[in-house]
């Protein structure tokens, strides 16, 4: 356990959070613009082992302890404030490092334990930084209003235009199971073209970035658009590729607009979807180690 003194107010015990690692610069490091932590009063700082540089702040073990963590993780309001901090310390830090990030709650007892995890883990933390080294993430969000690519679809299909001459021929009797069928046809025929069209615009994506990852398609629920999400991916982007991406996006967008498709773009970001061992894994002593 380590004490340290908060700002304003008496000595009280601390542990180690640690936000994200990145490779510590060869001369030495200087201060850091002052970086709200992810509580008042503890500001971020950096903790050097060998090459590497944790980024981390001394938390009162009042709020950040085993029980003590456990019980304000039922606190929404809290946990979500705390995650938001988490998030923006990284975004702060990426402006002037590659940082692996660490995921939320990553708390050592002491400065001692969290160099020894970066000892121990120097290998794959190395590995991790070289993979994203001056690139950053972007994500995109791919939605596709259905009524507009019915209607599209329902004009340039020769199949369809076949099967409503038929129905405009058939009898009352045949005219009920030829609806039914030019309706199954119709979106069979729309669903083949938004796989094609996600297809078509992962490729042209694809070009522009060093890794890319799916990710899970969002409910209207979550993502409160009434379109439906048909794609959402996450972009590993070198930094002088940013500008050949952006392009490509308006190009993408311009093209597809008529098609009811829109797109969503966000970032920069850490890239939280291009680390996964750091982002799903404890690092031993991590978290649970207090």
């Given at each position: 356990?380590?004490?340290?003194?908060?700002?304003?107010?008496?000595?009280?015990?601390?542990?180690?959070?640690?936000?994200?690692?990145?490779?510590?610069?060869?001369?030495?490091?200087?201060?850091?613009?002052?970086?709200?932590?992810?509580?008042?009063g503890?500001?971020?700082?950096?903790?050097?082992?060998?090459?590497?540089?944790?980024?981390?702040?001394?938390?009162?073990?009042?709020?950040?302890?085993?029980?003590e963590?456990?019980?304000?993780?039922?606190?929404?309001?809290?946990?979500?404030?705390r995650?938001?901090?988490?998030?923006?310390?990284?975004?702060?830090?990426?402006?002037?490092?590659?940082?692996?990030?660490?995921?939320?709650?990553?708390?050592?007892?002491?400065?001692?334990?969290a160099?020894?995890?970066?000892?121990?883990?120097?290998?794959a933390?190395?590995?991790?930084?070289?993979?994203?080294?001056?690139?950053?993430e972007?994500?995109?969000?791919?939605?596709?209003?259905?009524?507009v690519?019915?209607?599209?679809?329902?004009?340039?299909?020769?199949?369809?235009?076949?099967?409503?001459?038929?129905?405009?021929?058939?009898s009352?009797?045949?005219?009920?199971?030829?609806?039914k069928?030019?309706?199954?046809?119709?979106?069979?025929?729309?669903?083949?073209?938004?796989a094609?069209?996600?297809?078509?615009?992962?490729?042209?994506?694809?070009?522009?970035?060093?890794?890319?990852?799916?990710i899970?398609?969002?409910?209207?629920?979550?993502?409160?658009?009434?379109?439906?999400?048909?794609?959402?991916?996450?972009?590993?982007?070198?930094?002088?590729?940013?500008?050949q991406?952006?392009?490509?996006?308006?190009?993408?967008?311009?093209?597809?607009?008529?098609?009811?498709?829109?797109?969503?773009?966000?970032?920069?970001?850490?890239?939280?979807?291009?680390?996964?061992?750091?982002?799903?894994?404890?690092?031993?002593?991590?978290?649970?180690?207090?």
């Open positions: 356990m380590i004490a340290a003194k908060p700002e304003g107010g008496a000595a009280a015990p601390r542990v180690i959070y640690v936000y994200g690692v990145a490779r510590a610069p060869r001369r030495r490091i200087s201060a850091l613009p002052r970086i709200e932590g992810i509580v008042p503890a500001p971020v700082i950096p903790l050097v082992h060998a090459d590497l540089v944790a980024f981390v702040s001394a938390v009162p073990t009042a709020q950040f302890g085993a029980r963590f456990a019980s304000a993780m039922n606190d929404t309001d809290w946990l979500k404030d995650i938001l901090v988490h998030e923006k310390v990284l975004e702060e830090l990426r402006s002037s490092y590659d940082v692996v990030p660490f995921r939320f709650g990553t708390i050592y007892l002491e400065p001692a334990r160099a020894n995890a970066l000892a121990r883990h120097r290998a933390l190395c590995e991790a930084l070289d993979r994203i080294r001056d690139a950053s972007w994500g995109l969000k791919l939605f596709c209003d259905r009524d690519l019915r209607r599209r679809t329902e004009t340039q299909s020769e199949a369809l235009q076949e099967l409503r001459n038929t129905l405009a021929r058939a009352p009797g045949a005219r009920f199971f030829l609806q069928k030019y309706v199954k046809a119709l979106d069979g025929e729309t669903a083949a073209s938004i094609s069209s996600v297809k078509r615009i992962r490729q042209r994506l694809d070009r522009c970035a060093c890794e890319s990852t799916r899970e398609l969002q409910p209207a629920a979550a993502h409160g658009r009434s379109a439906e999400m048909v794609m959402n991916a996450a972009y590993l982007v070198a930094d002088d590729s940013v500008g991406l952006k392009q490509v996006i308006a190009a993408l967008q311009e093209e597809f607009a008529d098609h009811g498709f829109d797109f969503e773009v966000t970032g920069p970001w850490p890239p939280y979807h291009f680390v996964t061992t750091w982002q799903e894994g404890k690092p031993d002593g991590a978290a649970s180690d207090r």
